[in-house]
């Protein structure tokens, strides 16, 4: 099982990003998939949270601004991210609980993407 994150970039204050997430790989179903972010020098932390029902948790710095969605025939979550801030300034990661064909449920992470707010 893989997770692949894309659509990290460099944008201006008030700006949008939409990042992606797609798993794949011997996969039997998906529970929770999770977006973290990781700035300089901060530790890492749990920005928004979908489960298989679709309900959604945020981190308060990111509510109103961020939205969680998933595409389950896909395998894929996205985090549409609009208003952005210098303060989301981050590598976000994108993180899943797994069960593949012939495995119980495993925490899967994909590798990064790079997301940069400055003008």
């Known amino acids: 099982v893989q997770l692949q994150a894309s659509g990290g970039g460099l944008v201006q204050p008030g700006e949008s990003l939409r990042l992606s997430c797609a798993a794949s790989?011997?996969?039997?179903?998906?529970?929770?998939m999770r977006w973290h972010r990781q700035a300089p020098e901060k530790q890492r932390e749990l920005v928004a949270a979908?489960?298989?029902?679709?309900?959604?948790n945020y981190v308060d710095s990111v509510k109103g601004r961020f939205t969680i969605s998933r595409d389950n025939a896909k395998n894929t979550v996205y985090l549409q991210m609009n208003n952005l801030k210098p303060e989301d300034t981050a590598v976000y990661y994108c993180?899943?609980?797994?069960?593949?064909?012939?495995?119980?449920?495993?925490?899967?992470w994909g590798q990064g993407t790079l997301v940069t707010v400055s003008s």
């Open positions: 993180n899943a609980v797994i069960q593949g064909w012939r495995t119980g449920f495993n925490d899967y």
């Open positions: 979908i489960t298989s029902g679709g309900s959604t």
């Open positions: 790989g011997g996969i039997s179903s998906i529970n929770d």
